[in-house]
């Protein structure tokens, strides 16, 4: 793909390089705080957003009962849009025969009968036992039609993990099987499987081995930890296969007799609420589920297309990243050289956008440029980037004692992690459908900024980087080994 410069936004570069250069004026004495008061508060503000995330997670945010079937028509007809977008742009025949495939079959369960049912939890919390007892006494009892399955165990083998995941994806409703208080590797599962709308039941297993006045407060503290996750109707104490109980008589004769009585299993709660579900949420539950699959549809196409779009955005980044390099290394004023290609990003910020199918203005796109360029200002990354890179360059005389090679290095860098953000940013949005302008996150553009930089300052990439910018900017000849060797003197 051909980029076309714009010669108003490069003519513009002078102005934007004096503004983001009086802001790194402003900003010197944050820089001199040093690398490691930048690192924590990067390190701080990451907790503070994942502390966030996790206090997101614990909302009932879905419920069942109010899904309709235009909910999930639109769903679908929205994973049906991104695969048409991702056929235009993608030459993979098959890759599109088989979503489509996906799409009729997601289309056609919005009308089945059938219920599924799944039996999910760790290793030895009795989850068989629960789906035989409840295929063999409670299935038979009931009018609708319900498949019930055992999903293999969880907190096991990545491979294992991964296929009891699509399964229970599938399922309409999710027994998830403990046998006591909840662990926190079980906790983290349950708000997965609630972020992912997945209608859920917590059974309490084996509450036979507590004490009567345990099982309460067991109960009590699950259904606790559990609030604003699960309804207390859906947090459940059963028994699916009870210890036997001792029995002692005492004969006439003063001798005593024991022996061992079968206990009847206490399931008794579950199966009336299940029929509560079955009976009043029956239609809701296929919707909520062929609805979850859409989205899930709608993911692995976007998936594909982000990775076709990707794959045109690096050659554009890389494109950029040379032109600044050049502007930097030409530039005869230093403090200019690692911002003055703040003008040149606005284009990139157009082109990848126009890539992405993210319609942003020029003015948006000149916010985006100059808020990427304080942000890295502000947060140490100019500086601890040319410092590293200086550090390689040490080791090697004739690009050390070369004038703008730090700076057309950094340039380089900088413009790199600037474009690898945007893609980042731009691949987490909804992926567009009309012609108007679409919203932009600066506060979300600066999370990715800082993460993708965080990704790209191991030790092999940047030496790698500086020998291939290096190798670009000043390629080796006699005049200039010569010339290295009288700057050394």
Not at 159 to 181: H, P, R, W, Y
Not at 395 to 420: D, E
Not at 449 to 471: E, K, W
Request: proline letters at 2%; aromatic letters at 6%; a negative charge.
């Amino acid at each position: 793909m051909t980029v076309n410069l714009r010669k108003p936004i490069l003519i513009g570069g002078v102005g934007l390089s004096f503004l983001l250069w009086l802001w790194q004026g402003v900003d010197d004495t944050l820089g001199q705080l040093g690398e490691y008061a930048v690192w924590s508060a990067i390190a701080l503000g990451g907790v503070f957003l994942l502390r966030q995330k996790k206090a997101k997670n614990t909302q009932v945010d879905f419920d069942v009962s109010l899904v309709e079937r235009a909910t999930v028509e639109k769903a679908i007809a929205q994973a049906e849009k991104v695969i048409d977008k991702l056929e235009v742009e993608a030459v993979n025949g098959d890759l599109i025969a088989k979503l489509r495939l996906k799409i009729a079959e997601v289309t056609a369960k919005l009308d089945r009968q059938e219920l599924s049912l799944a039996v999910t939890g760790g290793k030895a919390v009795g989850k068989t036992t629960l789906q035989e007892l409840l295929t063999k006494n409670w299935l038979p009892q009931i009018t609708k039609t319900v498949s019930l399955q055992e999903i293999p165990a969880l907190f096991v083998a990545d491979e294992i993990e991964k296929e009891a995941g699509k399964t229970t994806s599938n399922a309409d409703v999710l027994l998830f099987v403990v046998n006591g208080d909840l662990t926190n590797s079980e906790f983290q599962r349950l708000q997965q499987l609630k972020a992912a709308n997945q209608r859920l039941m917590l059974i309490f297993n084996k509450q036979d081995q507590y004490l009567p006045e345990d099982r309460e407060i067991v109960l009590q503290q699950i259904r606790q930890r559990l609030q604003g996750i699960l309804e207390k109707e859906d947090v459940i104490a059963i028994a699916a296969n009870p210890n036997a109980i001792k029995v002692r008589q005492y004969q006439t004769d003063g001798t005593v007799q024991e022996w061992l009585e079968e206990s009847v299993p206490e399931i008794a709660a579950l199966t009336e609420r299940l029929n509560v579900i079955l009976t009043q949420q029956s239609q809701q539950l296929v919707w909520a589920t062929t609805w979850r699959e859409a989205v899930a549809l709608k993911g692995e196409a976007k998936e594909f297309l982000n990775g076709v779009r990707r794959d045109r955005s690096v050659p554009i980044i890389e494109q950029y990243q040379w032109i600044s390099a050049a502007a930097a290394f030409a530039n005869p004023v230093p403090a200019l050289d690692l911002v003055a290609t703040g003008a040149i990003n606005v284009q990139m910020v157009l082109d990848l956008a126009n890539i992405y199918q993210q319609k942003l203005s020029l003015e948006q796109a000149q916010t985006v440029a100059v808020t990427m360029g304080s942000t890295m200002l502000k947060l140490g990354l100019v500086e601890i980037s040319t410092q590293t890179i200086t550090s390689f360059l040490k080791t090697h005389a004739i690009t050390f004692v070369a004038g703008g090679v730090v700076q057309g290095i950094s340039a380089a860098y900088l413009t790199r992690i600037a474009g690898l953000s945007l893609i980042e940013y731009f691949q987490e949005q909804e992926i567009s459908f009309d012609t108007g302008e679409n919203a932009f996150s600066i506060e979300r553009l600066k999370e990715k900024l800082q993460s993708v930089f965080q990704q790209n300052q191991r030790v092999v990439f940047l030496q790698s980087f500086v020998q291939q910018v290096v190798s670009t900017l000043i390629p080796s000849s006699p005049q200039l080994q010569v010339c290295a060797e009288e700057k050394l003197g």
